[in-house]
Nanobody, 124 residues
Framework: VQLQASGGGLVQSGDSLRLSCAAS??????????MGWFRQAPGKEREFVAA????????YVADSVKGRFTISRDNAKNTLYLQMNSLKPEDTAVYYC????????????????WGQGTQVTVSS
């Protein structure tokens, strides 16, 4: 499974961004993987942001982004999304997409496959 994250950038506080994660590989199409987003700020540990089931019917987001971030997926396009609204400077981090768990999971160790990360920088 290969994951390619994109959509990051430099924005101002209050702006919105949508991250995408394109998945490929025969194994991805063979297994019903849940997927997730994590982020890592400089000097900090990788932090769970949001996760979604294979069907998209179940989602879970971290309290720190609840009400501002929405996770979704389009299995026909093999793509995961993270809509980020009302961005804050504390959202600044490298954002990673992940796949490989059968159910929604919040621990990074539960995921087998990772994208390369996309930088999100929010200025005040």
């Amino acid at each position: 499974v290969q994951l390619q994250a994109s959509g990051g950038g430099l924005v101002q506080s209050g702006d919105s961004l949508r991250l995408s994660c394109a998945a490929s590989g025969r194994s991805f199409r063979s297994y019903a993987y849940a997927m997730g987003w994590f982020r890592q700020a400089p000097g900090k540990e990788r932090e769970f942001v949001a996760a979604i089931s294979w069907s998209g019917s179940s989602t879970y987001v971290a309290d720190s982004v609840k009400g501002r971030f929405t996770i979704s997926r389009d299995n026909a396009k093999n793509t995961l999304y993270l809509q980020m609204n009302s961005l804050k400077p504390e959202d600044t981090a490298v954002y990673y997409c992940a796949a490989g768990t059968s159910q929604i999971a919040t621990m990074w160790s539960d995921y087998d496959f990772w994208g390369q990360g996309t930088q999100v920088t929010v200025s005040s």
